[in-house]
């Protein structure tokens, strides 16, 4: 996983191309965790254990078996700048659950990957 944003619009291309799963997670305007927490569970469509809390989003984040079948996965996060600057260590904490993720998908043999991509305003 990168930190640093990266264009969007070619990403999506080209996982919609392969058939990927795309999640576009927008944080625009969000400013507390629990706002977060309520964006996340939008964005992923997450069941309803979901509990609102980091160890849940590390748990669906793992999980993903709600989302439909594919090749891998996409997660665009949007418009997080604000974010990050206002709730600086709860930004550090969602990009370790994200970085996580990501190697727990990378490790599983014939999984899907998890690719996670930072990107400016959604588009």
């Not at 849940?56 to 090749?71: G, Q, T, V």
């Not at 659950?97 to 305003?121: K, N, S």
């Amino acid at each position: 996983m990168t930190l640093a944003p990266q264009p969007l619009a070619p990403a999506l291309a080209a996982a919609e191309a392969a058939g990927w799963t795309t999640v576009r997670l927008d944080l625009d305007g969000v400013r507390s965790k629990a706002a977060l927490m309520r964006r996340c569970a939008a964005a992923l469509e997450v069941p309803q254990w979901f509990g609102g809390n980091w160890d849940a989003l590390a748990d669906a984040l793992i999980d993903l078996s709600w989302l439909p079948d594919a090749p891998g996965r996409l997660l665009a996060v949007t418009s997080w700048r604000g974010y990050a600057a206002e709730r600086a260590e709860d930004w550090a904490t969602l990009g370790e659950i994200l970085e996580e993720a990501v190697d727990f998908w990378r490790e599983q043999d014939g999984a899907p990957v998890l690719t996670v991509l930072l990107a400016g305003p959604a588009a």
